[in-house]
């Protein structure tokens, strides 16, 4: 029914359900499409606020490329519609949750080597289809992650634009950690910046914690600038040479997405199915 084009869709069509992510990512809903009884996240953004952080034109603008993104590893937007008040986001639901909760309850709080890798491969393809279509930054730490039924990794697109409308600055919405140099620097980005958050999020993957964790700002800072970064002894060389390789100050050096997907710590685990 989605891809009938000339549907319009309106909230009449949809049984609300409970409330998701308690307020982390903006009015989200669990949602049933009555006629399919198919399970969706519907995400209602108030105009008057986009209005007043005049994010209405960066909505439409994100609204567009989204809907051209197609890939099993991204949370897909299934189609949009408004009302007087809001506009409706119908976003596809992932039913295993926020990744951050897998990650928090595993033993010890971190994956295996395996699962890391599986995960890994799966961000970097994500990503790399992003880059291809000129798409960065999305945002990428556990907090944005989410899992589908079947364990596939989805990354969410969570429209920080709208809790950060003035700030640019991506520590307007929590963590430092996973700011890349050039950005503290506030030196121009280009897409390397989610090679080096890939590292970040493999490095958090297999440790538990992002590798610059520091008790105030500064420290922090001071650590991502110098790449002061130590690793636990149960890392082992495939994994510490894969973070290595993209934890680059400079980013000219930080290894392709490519290169991440056939490393050789990732393919020992990722059995090449295509
Ligand atoms: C394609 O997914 C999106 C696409 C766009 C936007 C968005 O807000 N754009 C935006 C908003 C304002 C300004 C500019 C852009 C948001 C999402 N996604 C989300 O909000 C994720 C909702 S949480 C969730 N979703 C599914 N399954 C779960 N288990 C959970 Br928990």
């Given at each position: 029914a989605y891809n009938n084009k000339s549907y319009k869709w309106s909230a009449r069509d949809f049984e609300l359900g409970a409330s998701m992510g308690n307020g982390k990512f903006g009015h989200?809903?669990?949602?049933?499409?009555?006629k399919s009884g198919y399970i969706v996240a519907i995400k209602a953004l108030f105009k008057s606020q986009l209005v007043s952080s005049r994010c209405e034109r960066q909505v439409i603008?994100?609204?567009e490329i989204q809907?051209?993104?197609?890939?099993?590893?991204?949370?897909?937007?299934?189609?949009?519609?408004?009302?007087?008040?809001?506009?409706?986001?119908?976003?596809?639901?992932?039913?295993?949750?926020?990744?951050y909760k897998h990650l928090t309850s595993s033993p010890k709080g971190r994956f295996p080597e395996n699962?890391?890798?599986?995960?890994?491969?799966?961000?970097?393809d994500a990503v790399n289809y992003c880059h291809q279509r000129h798409v960065i930054h999305r945002d990428?730490?556990?907090e944005n992650i989410l899992v589908a039924y079947n364990g596939d990794l989805k990354l969410g697109d969570f429209g920080w634009s709208v809790h950060a409308p003035s700030?640019?600055?991506?520590?307007?919405?929590?963590?430092?950690?996973?700011?890349?140099?050039?950005?503290?620097?506030r030196q121009s980005y280009n897409v390397s910046v989610d090679h080096w958050c890939i590292g970040v999020l493999l490095y958090e993957f297999l440790v538990g914690k992002p590798p610059f964790e520091s008790e105030g700002q500064d420290r922090t800072y001071a650590r991502i600038v110098a790449v002061d970064v130590t690793y636990?002894?149960?890392?082992?060389?495939?994994?510490?040479?894969?973070?290595?390789?993209?934890?680059?100050?400079?980013?000219?050096?930080?290894?392709?997405?490519?290169?991440?997907?056939?490393?050789?710590?990732?393919?020992q685990f990722v059995s090449e199915k295509n």
């Open positions: 989200v809903h669990v949602a049933r499409e009555k603008r994100e609204i809907s051209h993104i197609r890939h099993p590893n991204i949370l897909r937007l299934l189609t949009w519609f408004h009302d007087e008040k809001r506009i409706y986001l119908v976003v596809e639901f992932a039913a295993g949750g926020e990744l699962r890391a890798a599986k995960y890994i491969y799966q961000v970097a990428i730490k556990p700030e640019k600055r991506k520590t307007m919405c929590g963590t430092l950690d996973y700011l890349p140099p050039e950005m503290i620097r636990p002894s149960y890392i082992t060389e495939g994994a510490k040479d894969l973070i290595s390789k993209l934890l680059k100050t400079s980013s000219k050096d930080r290894l392709s997405l490519d290169g991440v997907k056939n490393h050789y710590w990732v393919q």
